[in-house]
């Protein structure tokens, strides 16, 4: 009772000589910040890819339009997965390999946004950094479910697993860069507060280019001669926006 308030056990006092409860440093370790802003990076999360958190200091951003940007990319590529199921059909290993691959390219477009957003604060940098990295997961999973997919549709059919096209081989380099991204970007985030491995971002950008360049030859490979033009330049089209 003769002790001043700031200095009772697990009680620590703010800034502005209040005390704060005693798990006030487990909220500010989730973000990194005694003010509150630590809990903004899991808002972030839920409230979409703006790439800013809700921290006073930093001014609201156009989180609506990339939210729009994302969604619009969705609807895309839930069109031309519908128009490969209504060639092929669900009963075939094939089917697999598209659908997973255009949600891998959504995710990582959606990652690349967020990641790249214009931080202001440590706790919004924070955020971006675990929406990136939650993202980037869900990518890497839908590409590996895709890749099983077409490699079980080969062996099935009895053809090599050798890449014999364009749209083979830039896919098969793009996820050997997925991989090594994968892994860099695990090690990034251990290595914190450290920076290291800046090439991370760059070779992160050619990885995307190559995601979306596979989808682009995929389509072109896919459609006939008939439909091959209105294929590609829906494709073409869905990256853009």
């Known amino acids: 009772p003769d002790r001043p308030l700031g200095s009772m056990a697990g009680v620590k006092p703010s800034h502005s000589g209040a005390a704060r409860p005693p798990l006030a440093g487990v909220f500010d370790r989730l973000g990194g910040g005694?003010?509150?802003?630590?809990?903004?990076?899991?808002?972030?999360?839920?409230?979409?890819?703006?790439g800013r958190s809700r921290s006073a200091a930093a001014p609201r951003g156009p989180s609506w339009l990339r939210l729009m940007a994302v969604g619009v990319g969705v609807v895309w590529a839930a069109c031309v997965?519908?128009?490969?199921?209504?060639?092929?059909?669900?009963?075939?290993?094939?089917?697999?390999?598209?659908?997973?691959?255009?949600?891998?390219?959504?995710?990582?477009?959606?990652?690349?946004?967020t990641y790249y957003g214009d931080a202001k604060t440590e706790a919004d940098v924070q955020a971006q950094r675990a929406q990136h990295r939650v993202l980037m997961m869900g990518a890497v999973g839908c590409a590996v479910v895709g890749m099983l997919a077409i490699f079980g549709n080969k062996v099935q059919r009895g053809k090599t697993l050798v890449p014999t096209s364009l749209h083979a081989w830039v896919g098969a380099a793009t996820m050997v860069a997925v991989v090594v991204q994968a892994a860099v970007g695990r090690m990034k985030i251990e290595a914190l507060p450290?920076?290291?491995?800046?090439?991370?971002?760059?070779?992160g950008a050619l990885t995307l280019a190559g995601l979306l360049a596979a989808a682009v030859l995929g389509a072109w490979k896919f459609f006939g001669e008939d439909r091959r033009i209105a294929g590609v330049l829906a494709a073409i089209g869905g990256l853009m926006v």
Request: glycine fraction near 14%.
């Open 34 to 50: 005694s003010n509150g802003a630590g809990l903004s990076g899991l808002r972030s999360l839920s409230l979409g890819f703006g």
């Open 81 to 113: 997965g519908a128009e490969v199921v209504a060639v092929v059909g669900w009963a075939t290993l094939f089917s697999f390999h598209p659908l997973p691959m255009l949600a891998a390219c959504v995710l990582a477009v959606a990652a690349t946004m």
């Open 194 to 203: 450290r920076k290291v491995y800046r090439w991370h971002g760059q070779l």
